[in-house]
Structure formats: structure tokens, C-alpha cells
């Protein structure tokens, strides 16, 4: 591309930084981020939010953490992407009180949470075995309008069926799925 005069753009290196870190090639990726700085590309928010998940596929779930800590600073607003990235690094760090505080945060910020966010955070609930939170999750998910996806329903429903699950929490599952397949007969809304 350089060969024929025609310099690179931020969709370009964003394309660059994506194909290396799906490819969990974080030096290379690295160096393209640099490129991008010394070729004077501006970065946007689907940069970071490339890098950000990056490195949390990578497992480098630290360095995820100091790359959107610094977003403000270089006067980038995260967006629904950036937020449910970091919900999903921080789930996974176990770390689900930071990640429900990011989830708050977004609607302070002037960003909603939108489905996925909500099916992320529920997610890391259920795998970090916080039944209650993830129920929490789910009624201000369902009350905004939104629905479990399949992931998340699958999750659910293997749970109701374990041996693992404490008796209080299979009580709650139980009674959040039966109080919810009331309230649809009282809406008039197919049960399923």
C-alpha cells in the first residue's frame, strides 16, 4: 500500500491490530500500534476497544485494564463496546463488584447498557457461581426491556439441574423462573 503512495488509515491499522490479536500475535499487534502513532494516525475508539479485547483474549487481563483506564487521558469516550469488554475482563479476573460498577457507570457516562452488556455481566456471574447476583442482573436486564440470550438461558437451565447448586440458590432459580412464567399468564404473553 505504502509502495504506490497511499498511506494507511485508522480503519486500515484497525483491521492490522484486529487479524494479529485474533491470532493472539500481541508483539506484532504492539508494533502496529506504534506504527500508527509514528505515521501520526489518529486512533479512535475502535482501536482501543481491538486492543482492549485483545489483550483480555490473550489473557493479559492487566494490561486490558491500564489500556481503558487511560482512554479519558487521550480524550476518547468508551462506548457500549468498550464497556461490555471491560465487564467481560473483569468477570473474568473474578472481580464481579468492579463489573457491576462499570455497568452503573455507563449510564452515568451517558452510555446505556445494552443487551450484551447485560448477558456478559450475567455470565460472569453464573461461571463465578454468584447465583444471586446474576439474578439481580437478569430482572434489571429483563425490566429494561431486554431478553437472556441462548448462552445465558442455557446456563440458567443447566444450573437448575445440578448438583453443585446450593439449595437456597436452586430456590431462587426456581422461584425467578416460576415468578416469571406467572406474570407472563398475567400479561397475556405466551408461556414457553
Do not use: W
Not at 480524550?75 to 473474568?92: D, S
Amino acid at each position: 500500500m505504502q509502495d504506490r503512495g497511499v498511506a494507511p488509515g485508522v480503519v486500515t491499522y484497525n483491521a492490522l491490530l484486529d487479524g494479529f490479536l485474533r491470532n493472539a500475535q500481541v508483539d506484532e499487534a504492539i508494533s502496529i500500534h506504534k506504527e500508527m502513532e509514528n505515521n501520526g494516525v489518529a486512533h479512535d475508539i475502535t482501536t482501543y476497544n481491538t486492543i482492549i479485547n485483545g489483550l483480555c483474549e490473550a489473557g493479559q487481563l492487566v494490561d486490558a485494564v491500564e489500556v481503558f483506564s487511560t482512554l479519558v487521558a487521550k480524550r476518547l469516550q468508551p462506548n457500549v463496546t468498550t464497556y461490555t469488554i471491560m465487564i467481560k475482563v473483569l468477570c473474568r479476573q473474578g472481580l464481579l463488584g468492579d463489573a457491576t460498577k462499570i455497568l452503573k457507570d455507563m449510564a452515568d457516562n451517558g452510555c446505556s447498557p445494552d443487551e450484551r452488556s447485560y448477558n456478559t455481566i450475567i455470565k460472569g456471574c453464573l461461571n463465578a457461581n454468584d447465583i444471586g447476583m446474576a439474578l439481580d442482573h437478569l430482572h434489571t436486564m429483563t425490566s429494561q426491556g431486554f431478553a437472556a440470550d441462548v448462552d445465558t438461558t442455557s446456563l440458567f437451565l443447566c444450573l437448575l439441574t445440578s448438583p453443585n447448586v446450593t439449595d437456597t440458590d436452586n430456590a431462587l432459580l426456581q422461584k425467578y423462573f416460576l415468578d416469571n412464567k406467572v406474570e407472563k399468564k398475567r400479561m397475556g404473553e405466551p408461556i414457553k
